[in-house]
């Protein structure tokens, strides 16, 4: 089993323009989180799916962020416009159980992003 | 309020020495409790979790954890600490019904 797969790995961007994050979960799990690491707050969840719809996205810190996941194997998180306190490693996991909010989660090795 | 705190943010062992990682969690329900480990530039790991089964639970690589209810604690404890136990250790709360919820961490050096 592959696990789950980030992409891409590192991000380098100016402030304003538009990124985006790719999440594979494992397949046959149904539950996908989204997390955001800094050294100031920690890890962070931003928003959890089930059975591919969002369940929990109120630790979306703003309108500029926003996820998808269109589809049982593939996420997205979008940041338009980014800025530089933005920056962070920004990691998935995923679960096996729907509601898998008391279940193992399986991370990815994370993207980190940088916002110049 | 659910939440967790990890009483130390840096633990320091001699290699062959004993580790304790303190971990409490205010929950208004019987929680799951995890403790995950993550080495450096890599995802979190899972170590061991309680799930309201055995109060003491044991995990990967020689760790285990006790739910001690009356302590609301689930601290992380190892007989003999290794040079590969370097990294960051998150005790995590999981209320029936409510967010999870992450501590802050605690990073393990291992001095040898």
């Known amino acids: 089993d592959a696990g789950v797969i980030q992409s891409p790995r590192h991000e380098v961007t100016e402030m304003g323009q538009e990124v985006t994050l790719r999440c594979k979960p494992i397949s046959g799990h149904n539950s996908l989180f989204w997390y955001r690491q800094t050294m100031m707050r920690g890890l962070e969840l931003l928003i959890y799916?089930?059975?591919?719809?969002?369940?929990?996205d109120s630790g979306m810190p703003e309108d500029r962020f926003s996820a998808k996941m269109p589809n049982a194997s593939f996420s997205t998180l979008k940041i338009q416009p980014s800025e530089p306190r933005d920056s962070a490693v920004y990691f998935c996991?995923?679960?096996?159980?729907?509601?898998?909010?008391?279940?193992?989660?399986?991370f990815g090795p994370g993207t980190r992003l940088t916002v110049l | 309020a659910q939440s967790v705190t990890q009483l130390d943010s840096h633990v320091s062992v001699s290699e062959g020495t004993p580790v304790l990682l303190r971990c409490n969690y205010s929950?208004?329900?019987?929680?799951?409790l995890f403790w995950y480990v993550q080495h450096p530039n890599k995802g979190l790991q899972l170590l061991l979790k309680y799930t309201s089964a055995a109060t003491l639970v044991k995990g990967i690589n020689g760790f285990e954890a006790e739910f001690k209810k009356s302590e609301t604690s689930f601290h992380l404890t190892k007989p003999s600490a290794h040079m590969s136990d370097a990294a960051e250790y998150f005790c995590?709360?999981?209320?029936?019904?409510?967010?999870?919820?992450f501590g802050k961490g605690t990073r393990l050096h291992i001095l040898p």
């Open positions: 995590v709360v999981s209320p029936l019904g409510d967010k999870i919820i």
């Open positions: 996991a995923s679960s096996p159980l729907a509601g898998g909010r008391t279940d193992t989660q399986y």
């Open positions: 929950s208004s329900y019987s929680p799951s």
């Open positions: 799916f089930n059975n591919n719809v969002p369940i929990d």
